[in-house]
């Protein structure tokens, strides 16, 4: 199977090239998606609902820093899964941009610069849970990713917003007030209990997912055998 380098609602050129995007405020959703499952797409239709962008562009990561080598799924696999998902939306989107810099790990600011040239003209924010926020201040070159982009950042079940004081002491005041600011209420998004991992172990246990799953992406781990040994870890 071939990936296209990006795919949006357009479609790409004729020869090939790189498409236009048609979205003012494009959402960059990243993540393993192994699988993807309903609780993404049903953020992803909540964001666009409350207005916070028009399209969401899914960004599979090859090799994320904090996984160890060798704990996800094939690439590959991955992203079929992802292009079924998205099929039916008009406005979700993909992109393997990560899944070709296959050498290297997927840091979000190298995405995120990119993706900014790529598209000039949009307006680009990032999505992200509050227990990556948590964690914000490890990440790579994340002073630089505060300061230049704009996010989108959802509650997840049991997880605390880190205190004001860390993020103020990691990326100064205002843009701790920032990234406070992107935080959506917890009474405009239904939050999930749905996770990769567990979707994961209840294959292995061959239980049936089709609920927790599109369809077509279930019907694909199905034929080609996907998480039924030891999953790939977390």
């Not at 680009?124 to 509050?130: K, L, P, V, Y």
């Amino acid at each position: 199977m071939s990936a296209d380098p990006f795919v949006s609602p357009t479609g790409v050129g004729p020869n090939g090239d790189l498409p236009f995007a048609r979205s003012q405020r494009l959402a960059v959703f990243g993540g393993s998606f192994d699988p993807i499952h309903n609780g993404h797409l049903q953020l992803a239709r909540r964001i666009i609902e409350l207005g916070q962008a028009d399209e969401v562009l899914f960004v599979p990561a090859f090799r994320p820093p904090h996984k160890a080598e060798g704990a996800l799924s094939p690439a590959l696999d991955r992203l079929a899964m992802l292009k079924l998902a998205l099929e039916p939306f008009v406005d979700f989107s993909y992109s393997d941009i990560e899944l070709q810099r296959a050498e290297e790990f997927s840091y979000t600011y190298d995405t995120m610069t990119i993706l900014r040239k790529i598209y000039p003209d949009c307006e680009i924010c990032f999505i992200m849970g509050m227990d990556s926020l948590r964690h914000l201040p490890e990440w790579h070159r994340a002073s630089e990713l505060v300061q230049h982009f704009k996010f989108i950042i959802y509650p997840r079940p049991g997880v605390m917003p880190p205190a004001y004081t860390t993020l103020a002491q990691a990326f100064g005041e205002r843009n701790a007030m920032k990234l406070f600011g992107s935080v959506l209420s917890g009474d405009d998004i239904v939050l999930s209990e749905l996770s990769s991992s567990a979707i994961r172990a209840a294959c292995a246990r061959g239980e049936d997912l089709e609920q927790a799953l599109p369809v077509p992406v279930w019907k694909y781990i199905v034929e080609h055998h996907l998480y039924q040994s030891a999953s790939p870890a977390q």
